[in-house]
């Protein structure tokens, strides 16, 4: 089961695992993002890893190490783009080459409501009449789940481009009952192939207790 592949373009290579069993021990240049943490933190992250290795060994661009850099993103290989998300039962991993794929977002979240005040933190009142809406007539998805997720998977796209922060208030998000959905950034938007990028284009899936969102930004002009 890799409910990443069912979001993404066949461009994308993915990696997922339900468990921390058999990942093995980290690359010494992965090793500090972790010395200090607890003892759950470090089997998602060293299994998020390994999944990250796995993806791209199967790209044909085989890492033995993917760091952790600048605001705690990844550190890819030289010509490729990706993606890390962990939570609980699901780690995985999204990797494409730059030439085909220009940023890659993916998360995956646990399919189940937020907790109380998160949505207002992360929502403007009109995105959440939309969700209200698309409650009404699908209530067996979790809107605001998807929501903040989808959010999430924008950030991770924006922030390669650009290197700075986006915040939740930053982009509209709408979702479809199709499996779509698409972020209208407020801001002005990454320069990419000469082309002012406005607004991302995502898709999602509920695959059992999970909900997963991504994005692949495809090359411009």
């Known amino acids: 089961m890799n409910p990443l592949a069912d979001v993404l373009p066949a461009?994308?290579?993915?990696?997922?695992?339900?468990?921390?069993?058999?990942?093995?021990?980290?690359?010494?240049?992965?090793?500090?993002?972790?010395?200090?943490?607890?003892?759950?933190?470090?089997?998602?992250?060293?299994?998020?890893?390994?999944?990250?290795?796995?993806?791209?060994?199967?790209?044909?661009?085989?890492?033995?190490?993917?760091?952790?850099?600048?605001?705690?993103?990844?550190?890819?290989?030289?010509?490729?783009?990706?993606?890390?998300?962990?939570?609980?039962?699901?780690?995985?991993?999204?990797?494409?080459?730059?030439?085909?794929?220009?940023?890659?977002?993916?998360?995956?979240?646990?399919?189940?409501?937020?907790?109380?005040?998160?949505?207002?933190?992360?929502?403007?009142?009109?995105?959440?009449?939309?969700?209200?809406?698309?409650?009404a007539d699908h209530p067996y998805v979790h809107w605001d789940r998807l929501l903040f997720s989808a959010k999430e998977s924008v950030y991770k796209t924006w922030f390669p481009l650009t290197g700075r922060w986006l915040g939740f208030e930053e982009a509209f998000l709408t979702p479809g009952p199709d499996g779509t959905f698409r972020a209208e950034l407020l801001v002005p938007g990454p320069v990419v192939d000469g082309v002012t990028v406005s607004e991302f284009h995502g898709r999602w899936t509920v695959s059992g207790a999970h909900l997963v969102t991504a994005i692949a930004l495809p090359p411009q002009g």
């Open 11 to 135: 461009t994308v290579v993915t990696a997922v695992r339900l468990d921390d069993a058999g990942t093995g021990p980290l690359h010494p240049d992965e090793e500090p993002a972790v010395a200090k943490a607890v003892a759950t933190r470090r089997a998602e992250f060293t299994t998020a890893r390994r999944c990250a290795r796995d993806a791209l060994a199967s790209l044909g661009a085989a890492a033995d190490a993917v760091p952790v850099g600048e605001k705690r993103s990844p550190v890819w290989p030289p010509g490729v783009v990706g993606s890390i998300t962990h939570t609980v039962g699901f780690r995985g991993a999204a990797v494409a080459w730059s030439a085909q794929v220009r940023s890659v977002g993916v998360d995956a979240e646990q399919h189940g409501p937020l907790p109380d005040g998160v949505l207002e933190a992360v929502s403007s009142a009109g995105e959440r009449s939309v969700l209200a809406a698309l409650a």
